[in-house]
């Protein structure tokens, strides 16, 4: 059911999903089986004379307590997963995404710019974003990631492309007509390659920042 | 069914023959409930007021300063008087004497009047002054000018309505006095009338600071 | 269980539905203030704009017969359009009202023993309401075209598009204070009304969800009225209160219309679980587990449900604290539902369960409404919404716990109080079928859309990339499948009505105070004489009492 | 309308049932209740002439919350109501309050 994850981002979001999946698998199983069992059992042929049983104290304490502690947990990894999404590493290469009805538009630090988002393998990527009319949604699907993007703000977003391949962006806020048709690729590309691309047809030459650091960092989080 | 005994209401005691007889605290709580709801939809306004304010607190400074300060004061007045012969046309009705009761209501009612004629003029000078919603004179103004006004007219704009709303209301309870449904006996419509003309002031006690004062 | 010595004949002769005082014909229906004529006024209206929801819901499905945006049954624009609609049409004018407006209407005054509500012209005026701001909904899609915002009105583009947002809006600020009047109607009534003896833990469990329910009514219906009412501010004024090309906030908008829709889908389930309380109790022969964690957990939903609106906006710019404090709140919203869920299939234990229609409902309901709220779970954490978030995972989800939860139960609920309105009994082989066929249907229609959204279909989409095409013919086959069982079941249910077998005061053997009465009720006092109680609901003389 | 007999809002005209009327407030305490917020109308106008920073806001407020409180137990009687009409005013009290904490949750710490 779940999306082969190429990315960290990725992996601590499926952790998450995993575990909540998990768990809701087992309640459910726990109460339907409950209940199948129960209107099996006691069903009207096979007994006849029911027992009024108005409640158990200790009954009710138990299942107040062990969902309230599931879902406390629930919460801590979640928020664990969400905020690491959110730490902006010190070397991370700022793109600029700019949404209209209904494109996306990027540009990169030394002003390239570009309606489909070539970005470099293994290197942090800090998308600023703003709107020109209505708000729109950034998705990154594969990516598990999504951030709104708004007219007269500007939002962020932080993405590890760690694997090549080509990976799609939409637009996840109905925004109108074509909202549908707000679509464009992510094409993550060995660095030198992405280089070549970045620097062509521009003035300033850009260098991808020092990205060696970014496994530590990741690390001591 | 043996658990389920039928009785004639009229035999028990404590309140619940409320059947029989008018339930003037039913009638209330449903007042009150309904107050709360015109309460709650203020409140979206104010958290719009207090959003803005907290986002842009020297605009709403200065925008502050433009405001008539002086027929804000004097409306409040009217208002709170127009609240207190409310209560007292109610004291006359519980006394039995209706045409003072009849007085004061009218009072109350005309106190109204004059509380939306100062709007009147109040708002006219300002169109006259050019801030209105979309005025070139607004548009050229910063984000929280504009905030501002647009808030201004909204807000002060739907009190005033349920000040009309409110008159109207009172007009038919002056009626209902006049052609005897409301007597000493039975005074609860006009108990609930004036609670929603207290509302109604109670609102304009907060919009008075937030529009007027604090600058 | 003996049935009140009322003949048949004679009920029938003497019931709401013959006798109308002095007016005749359709006016005696339209002017009436009898709360039960009131309940069925709403029911016949309801039920026709839910028609409507319905054909647009499964038009929506046809779009989807080919992916890309080329050779489409309906262009961009109408299929924006028929997602709007369908969303305002079921959330406003169908689930909102649903079954408080109808059954509760009905019933509520009947289960604790009262004559009527307490504000009986009030309540037809409440139904006034409901018919013009519909009827301005209706009409405002024949006026300068549909509008095409969604159900949530997002601004800025709410105020920029050309379309005739202004009184689709405008239609929906009336029903809100349909909603409103009815809910402050049921507080006044409940705290007044209750027969003697009658006691707060006393009360049916319906009753108790309908009165968490008008709480919520009327807290939370306000709020929307003014968010509304500044759209329509926005859209002929422009005084820029929530546009951001003039300083104003669209975040802020999104605060105010979830503050009230978040507490709004509590209005939605909580009639449908006091009704789930009902049905089981009385088909399992025994009262009720935990009628006291039930009916408090009501409250419990019905609070906490008010603190975690921020939910549906993680992903809108909110500030970490509040995307915090949001996703801790929702999970704890989820610990009530829990708790009544057990405490329904405890009551399962040890019973003598009779499987009729109404409880199959119910065990519909169960696993439709389990797999509705633990997928409400996923999108409670943040790290897990940021991925799923507006993707039609969302929109299984709440098809889930709306339709198979909320609309399921209404459905039940026909099934379990047709005979006591009418005083005729339905088929109950057709019931078994069409309830079958629509279990099946509504699986393969959702379950897909759960896994598409997990994959990363966005909603609102009228095209999409050919990989989910596999899934989206299966949900579209479903939703055939659905229709199927849904035609059956209505016209079960209208025979019933109008040709079925008369049956007496208590075919199922209920035992809250409606059953205690004719079939159909009489009107419009419902009871010769006002009743005392003097044990808890759900006494099953029959049953072994364990303390 | 049609036959009402039944409903609560007939009122029959025996007065009987309810006891809570029984003795109106006086016309003094109205009177004096009107003074007050008079004054304090009259304060809280002079006082936003003086610059007092950031109280101005609180102090302004806190004067409208007074007036508010007088008006809500003296003209609108919750003083002398039932208990539960102070429950339900107390629930629109905390409806109010968490709106406004919980939106400001997201406002005030926006950056
Ligand atoms: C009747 C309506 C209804 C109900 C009752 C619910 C109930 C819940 N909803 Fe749902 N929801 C909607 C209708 C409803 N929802 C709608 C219409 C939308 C979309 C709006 C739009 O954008 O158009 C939505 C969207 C929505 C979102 C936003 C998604 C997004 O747009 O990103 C979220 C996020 O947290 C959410 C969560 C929940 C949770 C946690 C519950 C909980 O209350 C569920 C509780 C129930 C259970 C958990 C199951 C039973 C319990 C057990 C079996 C016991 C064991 C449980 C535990 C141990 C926890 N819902
Ligand atoms: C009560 C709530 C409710 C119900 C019951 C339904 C029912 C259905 N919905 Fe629902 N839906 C919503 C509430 C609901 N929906 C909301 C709130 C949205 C969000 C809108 C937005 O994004 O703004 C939505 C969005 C939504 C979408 C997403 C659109 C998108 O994002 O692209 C889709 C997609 O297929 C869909 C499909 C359906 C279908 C096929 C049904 C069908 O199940 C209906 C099946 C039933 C039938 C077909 C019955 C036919 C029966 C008869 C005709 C007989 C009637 C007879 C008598 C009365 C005698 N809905
Ligand atoms: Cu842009 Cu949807
Ligand atoms: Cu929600």
Redesign the interface.
């Known amino acids: 059911?779940?999306?082969p994850g190429p990315q960290n981002e990725a992996k601590?979001?499926d952790d998450?999903?995993r575990f909540?999946?998990g768990t809701?698998l087992i309640?459910?199983a726990l109460?339907?089986g409950?209940?199948l069992l129960?209107?099996f059992k006691?069903?009207?042929k096979r007994?006849?004379?029911?027992?009024?049983?108005?409640?158990?104290v200790p009954?009710?304490i138990i299942?107040?307590v062990i969902?309230?502690l599931l879902?406390?947990y629930?919460?801590y990894?979640?928020?664990k997963?969400?905020?690491q999404?959110?730490i902006v590493p010190k070397n991370a290469m700022t793109v600029k995404v700019t949404a209209r009805q209904w494109n996306w538009q990027f540009q990169y630090e030394n002003g390239k710019q570009a309606d489909t988002l070539y970005l470099p393998q293994g290197q942090p990527i800090k998308f600023l974003m703003t709107s020109l009319?209505?708000?729109h949604?950034f998705?990154l699907?594969?990516f598990?990631?999504?951030?709104?993007v708004?007219?007269?703000?500007v939002?962020y977003l932080v993405l590890y492309p760690e694997n090549l391949g080509n990976f799609?962006l939409?637009?996840?806020?109905?925004?109108?007509?074509?909202?549908?048709?707000m679509y464009t690729r992510v094409i993550v590309e060995p660095p030198d390659k992405f280089l070549a691309w970045v620097n062509s047809g521009v003035k300033d030459t850009l260098a991808l920042p020092d990205s060696s650091q970014v496994k530590t960092e990741r690390a001591g989080l | 069914m043996s658990e389920i005994v039928g009785s004639k209401s009229e035999t028990l005691s404590h309140g619940h023959d409320v059947h029989k007889h008018r339930d003037v605290q039913g009638a209330k709580l449903g007042m009150w409930l309904f107050l709360f709801t015109e309460l709650l939809l203020f409140a979206g306004l104010f958290l719009v007021y207090a959003t803005y304010r907290y986002f842009h607190p020297v605009q709403f400074h200065n925008a502050g300063l433009e405001t008539h300060t002086l027929f804000g004061t004097i409306n409040t007045m009217v208002l709170l008087t127009s609240s207190l012969t409310m209560v007292l046309s109610i004291g006359a009705m519980q006394r039995g004497k209706k045409w003072l009761a009849v007085t004061f209501l009218a009072g109350t009612i005309l106190l109204g009047l004059i509380f939306l004629g100062i709007k009147y003029f109040e708002w006219t000078s300002e169109i006259r002054e050019g801030l209105y919603p979309g005025s070139p004179a607004l548009l050229n103004m910063s984000d929280g000018e504009i905030l501002f006004w647009g808030l201004y007219y909204t807000m002060t704009g739907l009190h005033a309505v349920h000040v009309i709303v409110g008159m109207i209301i009172l007009t038919f309870m002056l009626v209902f006095i006049l052609t005897g449904t409301i007597n000493q006996n039975d005074y609860i419509k006009l108990e609930t009338a004036g609670l929603y003309w207290h509302l109604i002031d109670i609102i304009w006690i907060f919009l008075f600071p937030l529009f007027y004062l604090i600058n | 269980m003996a049935d009140v010595a009322i003949p048949p004949n004679e009920a029938f002769a003497n019931s709401y539905l013959k006798n109308h005082g002095k007016r005749k014909g359709i006016l005696a229906w339209i002017l009436s203030t009898d709360h039960k004529r009131i309940g069925i006024l709403y029911m016949v209206s309801l039920f026709t704009f839910f028609t409507v929801g319905v054909i647009l819901g499964v038009l929506m499905r046809l779009e989807m017969l080919v992916p890309g945006p080329a050779g489409k049954l309906f262009t961009a624009q109408e299929y924006n359009a028929l997602f709007t609609l369908h969303g305002v049409i079921m959330i406003f004018l169908f689930v909102i009202p649903g079954i408080p407006a109808t059954l509760g209407n009905f019933f509520l005054p009947i289960q604790i023993g009262a004559k009527d509500v307490a504000f009986p012209r009030l309540n037809l005026l409440s139904w006034y309401l409901y018919v013009t701001g519909s009827i301005i909904i209706i009409v405002s899609l024949f006026h300068n075209g549909l509008p095409d915002t969604g159900w949530t009105f997002y601004i800025p583009y709410s105020i920029r598009t050309g379309t005739d947002v202004t009184m689709a809006v405008f239609g929906v600020f009336i029903l809100g204070f349909s909603s409103i009047l009815t809910g402050l109607n049921f507080i006044t009534t409940i705290h007044r009304l209750r027969a003697p003896g009658m006691g707060w833990f006393k009360m049916p469990l319906f009753v108790w969800a309908l009165y968490a329910t008008a709480w919520v009514q009327v807290i939370a219906t306000p709020v929307l009225a003014i968010t509304l009412l500044l759209i329509m501010v926005e859209r002929i004024f422009s005084v820029g209160i929530f546009d951001p090309a003039k300083g104003g906030d669209p975040v802020l908008y999104q605060h105010l219309f979830w503050i009230y829709s978040h507490p709004a889908v509590y209005i939605m389930i909580l009639p449908p679980m006091g009704v789930v309380s009902e049905i089981i109790t009385t088909f399992s022969r025994r009262t009720v587990f935990g009628y006291k964690a039930i009916a408090i957990s009501s409250l419990a939903i019905a609070f906490i449900g008010y603190l975690v609106w921020g939910h549906h906006m993680f992903v809108a710019g909110m500030s970490t604290t509040a995307q915090f404090v949001f996703s801790f709140l929702t999970f704890l919203v989820a610990v009530p539902s829990g708790i009544k869920v057990f405490n329904w299939v405890a009551t399962m234990y040890k019973g003598s369960i009779d499987l009729k229609p109404p409880f199959l409902f119910v065990m519909a309901f169960i696993f439709l409404f389990c797999i509705g709220g633990l997928t409400g779970l996923l999108l409670g954490s943040v790290a897990t919404d940021a991925q799923l978030h507006a993707t039609y995972f969302v929109v299984g989800h709440f098809h889930y716990i709306i339709f198979g939860g909320g609309v399921f139960i209404f459905f039940g609920a026909l099934h379990y109080w047709l005979p006591k309105m009418f005083g005729r009994m339905y088929s109950i082989k057709a019931a078994n079928w069409a309830l079958a066929i629509m279990f099946v249907g509504f699986n393969m229609l959702y379950f897909p859309m759960l896994v598409m959204g997990a994959e990363g279909m966005p909603r609102r989409y009228f095209a999409y990339l050919p990989k989910f095409e596999t899934w989206q013919h299966i949900s579209m086959v479903g939703s055939w499948v659905l229709v199927i069982g849904l035609i059956i079941m209505f016209a079960n249910l209208l025979h019933g009505i109008f040709k079925g077998k008369v049956v007496g005061s208590n075919p199922w053997g209920g035992t809250t105070l409606e059953w205690t009465i004719a079939s159909p009720p009489p009107p419009p006092e419902n009871f010769e004489e006002i009743p005392v109680i003097v044990h808890e609901p759900y006494y099953h003389p029959e049953a072994i009492e364990v303390k | 309308m049609e036959s009402q007999e039944t409903n609560v809002q007939t009122y029959s005209h025996d007065h009987a049932a309810e006891s809570k009327h029984a003795e109106p407030i006086g016309y003094g305490t109205y009177i004096l209740v009107w003074l007050a917020l008079i004054a304090l109308t009259a304060l809280t106008a002079v006082v936003s002439g003086v610059n007092l920073a950031a109280f101005t806001v609180v102090v302004a407020l806190v004067i409208a919350l007074t007036k508010a409180s007088l008006v809500v137990n003296i003209f609108m009687h919750i003083k002398f109501e039932d208990f539960i009409f102070k429950i339900f005013l107390s629930i629109a009290g905390f409806t109010l309050i968490v709106i406004f904490t919980l939106t400001f949750a997201d406002v005030y710490f926006r950056r």
């Not at chain 1, 598990?144 to 709104?148: S, T, W």
């Open positions: 059911m779940l999306l601590a979001v998450v999903m909540i999946v809701d309640l459910f109460v339907i409950a209940m129960f209107v006691y069903n009207k007994h006849p004379k029911a027992v009024s049983i108005h409640g158990n009954l009710e299942w107040t969902p309230v879902v406390l629930m919460f990894i979640g928020w997963g969400y905020i999404t959110r009319d209505v708000i949604g998705f699907p594969d598990r990631e999504k951030q709104d708004l007219p007269d703000r939002t799609e939409t637009c996840s806020k109905y925004c109108g007509l074509h909202h549908a048709l």
